[in-house]
């Protein structure tokens, strides 16, 4: 476990907060939750979580002017990780109630879940629930930050838009949801994110937690 380590979570309205800080504390990392963007130039290591519509994350990240200091941030060269709705606002843009801009740290859009299976039936959106994860075709995941998990390792989703990025080379990992294997987790550079919660996805989730942690 890292030692000596201290993480910033933005704080703009919609984020998991209180299970990201256990997850941090529980792997004896500090965590520092901010809505300030003074706090975010000078975070040695961020992440981006977030819950609900992209339109009021945007929206948010926006009127809190947190937007600037996220690029700049990212312009340095430190780390951040995006999860859930953290990651998709990497994106160009999101399709989500409409045509929304994202940060565009990642070149690529989001968008609604197949609603049929690759039969034609109906299946449930949101996608809620475990499921595995399956290497991108030509990634890699030693030295990022899925180091050290198995193919099929188990991760918690809980989501109806999905972002699809324009390069298949940035994408890490993938997850099978109705037959459709869909983005589950990108890295590029010093941007990672990933579309499940790892701080609600047990010793997989603490896992990757533990190694953006050691990246920072």
Known sequence: MPSNKQVTVVDYGL??????????????????????????????????????????????????????????????????????????LLFTQSEEFGLYPGLDLINGDVRRLNERDTSGRTIKIPHIGWSGLQQTYGSSWNSSILDGLNEGDSVYFVHSYIPFPVSNSVSLAQVDYGGHLYCAAIEQDNVAGVQFHPEKSGGIGLHILDNFAESI
């Open 15 to 88: 984020g998991n907060l209180f299970s990201i800080s256990r997850a941090l504390e529980y792997l004896g990392v500090g965590c520092k939750i901010t809505s300030d963007a003074s706090d975010i130039s000078a975070a040695n290591g961020l992440i981006l979580p977030g819950v609900g519509a992209f339109r009021d994350g945007i929206n948010q990240l926006q009127s809190r002017g947190l937007i600037d200091a996220i690029g700049e941030y990212i312009k340095s060269g430190r780390q951040l990780l995006g999860i859930c709705l953290g990651m998709q």
